[in-house]
């Protein structure tokens, strides 16, 4: 068996680490006898370049420090300020300074140095995300051969977006250094070819090997699920005195979400702001609870959405409030995983609204929370990668207030045997393409 390595922008450094990733590579990589390397989180003033290796895990794991520098321009830099906006359709948030690229290639640069040490010949070593695009491009540089992976989570743009990048002919340089490129949907896998045929060289001889940039490579489409039975069985175990008392009269729908521009807040709540002009017996008969707690504070984009965010949620309360009754609660800060479980499973509607959307577990989190025998109703973006296999959802246009607001009264009045059988054939997909199969079928195409 090969050794598996994986490699993260951040390394999970407790010891008992939750989250989906986690839970995806824990048993391919503790089966392997594998390494997890990644960004420690610690800043220091010149870090030595080598990996501190840690225990407690069931795997092997090892991480570096970054410079005050480093950190800005590879990770608020380049990888939030260019790559995040442009991958999610935002090319006017794109903040080009050549000084976030060049920090963005010494990054990888310098943890395929620290990596080499490490590496035995027949390590199979899989690189996640956005932030480590070049990583391959850095190992073959200093004559790494070996099998490497690489998984994009977030969407992939289209060629009028890509050719917004300072460089969108480098990056699919970096990305044919790569042996498999693995996109969350078709629909990711289908702009990559559409934009380097349009920005770069790529040819297509059949099913799904490519030859981009002159060297032989595959891609394709491998949605990322959840650890299912682990949140079925949190959801199950929510006790009451964890879900909301205040409730009893009311239904409630459900936003979970990092704040973030792309995942459509204040469209959500003008959605939910047209459901209470139009229909006024829907007061105090309706909330909506939105957990976001705050990413990227230091970015502009990021202060934008808070303050746009939090206004909007105090005018729609102004609006509408009456002694007994906020429509709108908004929770700003990240809360612990097993009450998100119960609050899922209370909730009668989850919201899941994005823009643009690699994947969005928070909508496989919601259907696995449910009771079965008296499930909410998920509404769901087309734009979210969720919606090309979750399509017993009610899928919405999340530009389109009208749109949603229709949806959100259409989830509210469902009759429990349409609530039954979407959630049934939600559930299954859920279950059946959890976050295991996920690894495992990535990591045999990749074999
Ligand atoms: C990227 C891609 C892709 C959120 N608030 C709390 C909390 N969360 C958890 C959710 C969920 C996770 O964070 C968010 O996952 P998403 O998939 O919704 O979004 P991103 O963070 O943008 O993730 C995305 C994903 O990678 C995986 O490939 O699906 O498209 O953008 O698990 O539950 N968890 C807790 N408290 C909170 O307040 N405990």
Not at 224 to 247: C, H, Q, T, V, W
Request: overall charge negative; proline content about 6%; aromatic content about 8%.
């Amino acid at each position: 068996m090969h050794r598996l390595v994986a490699v993260s922008n951040r390394l999970p450094l407790c010891d008992n680490p939750s989250g989906g990733l986690v839970v995806a590579l824990q048993d391919a990589l503790s089966n392997s006898g594998g390494l997890w390397i990644g960004f420690s989180g610690e800043q220091s003033e010149d870090p030595a370049e080598t990996l501190t290796f840690h225990d407690g895990a069931r795997f092997q794991r090892a991480s570096f420090d970054l410079s005050e520098e480093d950190f800005d321009s590879y990770y608020l830099g380049y990888s939030n300020s260019v790559l995040w906006p442009a991958f999610h359709g935002r090319a006017d948030l794109i903040e080009i300074d050549p000084v976030f690229l060049d920090g963005y290639r010494r990054v990888s640069e310098k943890i395929a140095r620290m990596m080499v040490p490490h590496l035995k010949e027949d390590d199979r070593i899989w690189i996640q995300d956005y932030q480590l695009i070049p990583l391959a491009a850095a190992l073959r540089k200093l004559g790494v051969t070996n099998r490497i992976g690489f998984f994009l989570h977030i969407p992939f743009p289209d060629p009028a977006t890509c050719a917004a990048l300072p460089n969108p002919k480098e990056m699919f340089e970096w990305l044919s250094q790569y042996d498999l490129i693995g996109f969350q949907a078709q629909r990711d896998v289908r702009n990559f070819t559409e934009s380097a045929a349009q920005l770069a060289e790529i040819e297509m001889p059949g099913d799904d090997v490519i030859r981009l940039c002159q060297r032989e490579t595959r891609a394709g489409a491998f949605p990322i699920g959840i650890d299912a039975a682990g949140f079925m069985g949190d959801a199950r175990k929510a006790r009451e005195e964890d879900r909301m008392r205040s409730l009893t009269n009311s239904k409630m729908m459900i936003g979970v979400d990092r704040l973030d521009y792309s995942k459509g807040i204040p469209q959500r709540f003008r959605a939910f702001q047209l459901l209470l002009e139009n229909n006024p017996d829907l007061t105090e008969k309706v909330m909506l609870l939105q957990i976001a707690p705050p990413t990227r504070e230091s970015v502009e984009a990021y202060q934008d959405i808070r303050e746009e965010t939090e206004h909007l949620a105090g005018r729609i309360n102004g609006q509408f409030a009456t002694v007994n009754w906020t429509p709108i609660r908004f929770i700003h800060r990240p809360i612990p995983r097993h009450e998100l479980a119960g609050l899922y499973r209370q909730a009668n509607v989850g919201l899941v609204t994005p823009l643009a959307d690699g994947m969005n577990l928070v909508a496989k989190e919601y259907v696995a929370a449910q009771d079965v025998a008296n499930p909410g109703v998920l509404i769901l973006s087309r734009f979210a990668g969720a919606a090309e296999t979750m399509d017993e959802a009610l899928i919405v246009n999340p530009h389109d207030p009208w749109d949603m607001a229709d949806a959100m009264k259409r989830a509210i009045n469902m009759t429990s045997n349409e609530r039954r059988r979407r959630h049934s054939a939600l559930l299954q997909n859920v279950v059946e393409s959890d976050v295991a199969w996920w690894a495992d079928n990535y990591l045999k195409k990749l074999g």
